[in-house]
Structure formats: C-alpha cells, structure tokens
C-alpha cells in the first residue's frame, strides 16, 4: 500500500509562485512514478507533471525525463528528492486558469496510476 501525504499549495496573485510536495509511505511496494494532477470545479482531472523511475518496461522510460502538460510546460517543474519517494512541483508564472484542486499519484512499477493523495487548493487571483 502507499500513503501520499502533500503539503503546499495556498493563494497567490497573478505571477507568483508556489511550491507543492508531496511524500509517499510505501509498504512492499516499489515506487514506479510520481506526479501530478489537478482539477477545476465542474471539469475532469487532467495531467499536470509526473517523473519516473525504478521501470523496466517500454511504456515508462525513466531516461526520458519529467512530463508536463503543455500548458504548464517551461513555467512548472517537477523533480524528486534524492533516491527518495518525494516529489516536487515548482509552479511559477502562476495564472487565474492554474486555480485549481492539485491531486498528488503515484504508481508501482510499470503500472499505470493508482494511488492519490487528498488534494490541495490552489488559487491564483488576478
């Protein structure tokens, strides 16, 4: 099982920065991916970030790097904590549009997304 434990999040203005995190507790289970996802009111969960590591499959290189969605791709960054089960995500130039519920997941290895965290708010106002 795997418990997901985020901390961040909060309210800022138009072009500001916030930083989310995000700690997994893991037991018997390996660690294959971290990210991020985020929700507005009334619409689905999309994509945000996500990194990998630990794979073997083809479906989930880790050599490619960190994903985002295009559109926080260049003002977010996602990256992990040194050989631990910890990510980050560095949101900077921050945009009403951003407002949003920020969902933390994480996967086993090879295995598409399966564990989630509560979620924190983020608002950007204008």
């Known amino acids: 099982q795997v418990q997901l434990l985020e901390s961040g999040g909060g309210m800022v203005q138009t072009g500001g920065s916030l930083r989310l995190s995000c700690a997994a507790s893991?037991?018997?289970?390996?660690?294959?991916?971290m990210g991020w996802f985020r929700q507005r009111p009334r619409q689905a969960r999309q994509f945000v970030a996500s990194?990998?590591?630990?794979?073997?499959?083809?479906?989930?290189?880790?050599?490619?790097?960190?994903n985002y969605a295009t559109s926080v791709s260049g003002r977010f960054t996602v990256f992990r904590d040194d050989e631990q089960n910890t990510v980050h995500l560095e949101m900077t130039n921050l945009k009403p549009e951003d407002t949003a519920f920020y969902y933390c997941?994480?996967?086993?290895?090879?295995?598409?997304?399966?564990?989630w965290g509560q979620g924190t708010e983020v608002t950007v106002s204008s």
């Open positions: 997941t994480a996967r086993e290895v090879d295995t598409t997304w399966k564990y």
């Open positions: 893991t037991h018997a289970v390996t660690i294959g991916g």
């Open positions: 990194i990998n590591w630990n794979n073997t499959g083809p479906n989930y290189p880790n050599s490619v790097g960190p």
